[in-house]
């Protein structure tokens, strides 16, 4: 089966960043890490990182544009690993399993990593502004689109089904089905198992 998911455009992944421009990325991450751990994602402001930096505010909000891409890009790191396993790791997240398994994988493997940056995640929702998709979500969405088609479904049935099953796994979701409603994380994974299977069945 033919993986025709898009590589994850992540926030400020450049190909070939200069080697200056690493180390003060670099910097400013781990003052960003340092406050995180410190106060927590609600002290994290950009002038808080510039003076932990040692740098102008300026600098932060050129580097990273505002604050959701602050936040986004401190989970960077494991978004490419999630990318990397997603094309080309062993299946059934990986490629090489029938498309039902690959979407549970997905599910199961994405309601880990919100449960692992959650407030993070959250935090960076709460930032972004407009009705602009953020990239990740872009491309995560449009793999899930991809396994709909490969399950059978026509495109405009894949295109809808596709948003409805992401918006399950948005943080604010995850983290309020554990904090709200008192679910754990076995249970949401065994949700998103129930969703697939139905969204399979309609193809069959």
């Given at each position: 089966m033919a993986?025709?998911?898009?590589?994850?455009?992540?926030?400020?992944?450049?190909?070939?960043e200069?080697?200056?421009?690493?180390?003060?990325?670099?910097l400013?991450?781990?003052?960003?890490?340092?406050?995180?751990?410190?106060?927590?994602v609600q002290?994290?402001?950009?002038?808080?990182?510039?003076?932990?930096?040692g740098?102008g505010?300026?600098?932060?909000?050129?580097?990273?544009?505002?604050?959701?891409?602050?936040l986004?890009?401190?989970?960077?790191?494991?978004?490419?690993?999630?990318?990397?396993?997603l094309?080309?790791?062993?299946a059934?997240?990986?490629?090489?399993?029938p498309?039902?398994e690959?979407?549970?994988?997905?599910?199961?493997?994405?309601?880990?990593?919100?449960?692992?940056?959650?407030?993070?995640?959250?935090?960076?929702?709460r930032?972004?502004?407009?009705?602009?998709?953020?990239?990740?979500?872009?491309?995560?969405?449009?793999?899930?689109?991809?396994l709909?088609r490969?399950?059978?479904?026509d495109?405009?049935?894949?295109?809808?089904?596709?948003?409805?099953?992401?918006?399950?796994?948005?943080?604010?979701?995850?983290l309020?089905?554990?904090?709200?409603e008192g679910?754990?994380?076995?249970?949401?994974?065994?949700?998103w198992r129930?969703?697939?299977?139905?969204?399979?069945?309609?193809a069959?």
């Open positions: 993986e025709t998911a898009p590589t994850l455009p992540l926030h400020d992944a450049t190909p070939c200069r080697a200056d421009a690493a180390r003060n990325r670099a400013l991450l781990d003052a960003a890490r340092q406050i995180v751990a410190r106060e927590g002290g994290l402001t950009m002038q808080a990182v510039a003076d932990a930096a740098v505010k300026g600098t932060v909000f050129r580097r990273f544009e505002d604050r959701a891409g602050l986004h890009a401190l989970v960077d790191d494991d978004e490419v690993a999630f990318q990397e396993n094309l080309r790791g062993p059934p997240l990986g490629p090489g399993s498309p039902a690959r979407l549970s994988a997905f599910g199961v493997a994405r309601i880990a990593f919100v449960l692992r940056h959650g407030e993070v995640l959250r935090a960076a929702e930032s972004e502004c407009g009705s602009v998709e953020h990239p990740v979500r872009t491309a995560h969405r449009m793999h899930l689109q991809v709909l490969d399950a059978g479904h495109e405009a049935t894949a295109t809808y089904m596709s948003g409805a099953l992401i918006s399950a796994l948005e943080p604010k979701v995850i309020g089905q554990i904090e709200r679910l754990d994380p076995e249970q949401l994974e065994d949700g129930t969703l697939v299977a139905a969204a399979a069945s309609v069959a």
